[in-house]
C-alpha cells in the first residue's frame, strides 16, 4: 500500500535545444524510487514519426510508453503535422478517462517546432526553442540558456553540457544520456 510517506518515483532530465539547423532532444538515463537508483541506463528519448520526431518523456515509464504509441498513432494519422499531432493527443489525454490518470510530460521536435505536452491539456512551444522537463529540467534549462549564445557550440554540445551540469545538480539525474539529433 503506498501511502504519504512512501517512496516515490524519481528521475528524469530532459532538454530539447533548437539552434540554427540542428535541433536535439536529450534524457539522463537514472530511475529512482524514493533514495535508491533503480536503474542508470533508461532510454527517456525516443525517434517517432518514421524517424522525424524526436520525444522525451518525463514521468511514469508506463503512462510514458502509452503516450508514445499514442502520439505515434497521430503522427500516423497528421503526417508531417506534429503540432495537430500533440493538440490531438492532448484533448484524448485530458478527456479519456484511462488517459486522464497517466502522469507524464512530453517534450517533442521535428525539423520546424519544439513543444511540451501536459496532461492538463497544454502544447505549448517555447520562444526560445529551449525546453527543460522533469526532476532536473529546469538546472539543464538553465545551463542551456547560458550556453546558447556561444557561437562554438551547436545545439548538441549545448545539450550534453547542460545535462552534464545538471547531474551535477540534481541527484535524479545521471550523466548516463541519450542525445537525439535531427
Known amino acids: 500500500m503506498i501511502t504519504k510517506n512512501s517512496p516515490t518515483w524519481h528521475a528524469t532530465t530532459i532538454l530539447a535545444i533548437r539552434k540554427d539547423d540542428q535541433v536535439v532532444i536529450s534524457g539522463d538515463g537514472q530511475v529512482s524510487f524514493g533514495d535508491t537508483i533503480i536503474k542508470k541506463n ?62 507524464a510530460m512530453m517534450a517533442v521536435a521535428d525539423k520546424n517546432v519544439s513543444l511540451v505536452i501536459t496532461g492538463t491539456g497544454d502544447v505549448l512551444e517555447p520562444e526560445d526553442g529551449l525546453i527543460g522537463i522533469g526532476s532536473g529540467g529546469n538546472y539543464a534549462l538553465a545551463a542551456a540558456r547560458a550556453l546558447i549564445d556561444r557561437e562554438d557550440l551547436n545545439a548538441e554540445d549545448i545539450a550534453r553540457k547542460a545535462i552534464e551540469i545538471a547531474a551535477e545538480i540534481c541527484v535524479y539525474t545521471n550523466n548516463n544520456y541519450v542525445v537525439e539529433i535531427l
Not at 533508461?42 to 518514421?50: N, P
Not at 522525424?52 to 502520439?71: C, H, N, P, S, Y
Not at 493527443?89 to 478527456?95: F, G, I, M, S
Request: glycine share 8%; with cysteine; hydrophobic share 40%.
Open 42 to 103: 533508461a532510454r527517456k528519448v525516443r525517434r517517432l514519426g518514421g524517424g522525424e520526431v524526436i520525444a522525451g518523456f518525463a514521468g511514469a515509464t508506463a503512462d510514458a510508453f502509452t503516450l508514445f504509441e499514442r502520439l505515434e498513432n497521430k503522427l500516423e494519422q497528421y503526417p508531417a503535422q506534429l503540432t495537430r499531432a500533440c493538440v490531438e493527443l492532448a484533448k484524448d489525454w485530458r478527456t479519456d478517462r484511462y488517459l486522464r490518470r497517466l502522469e
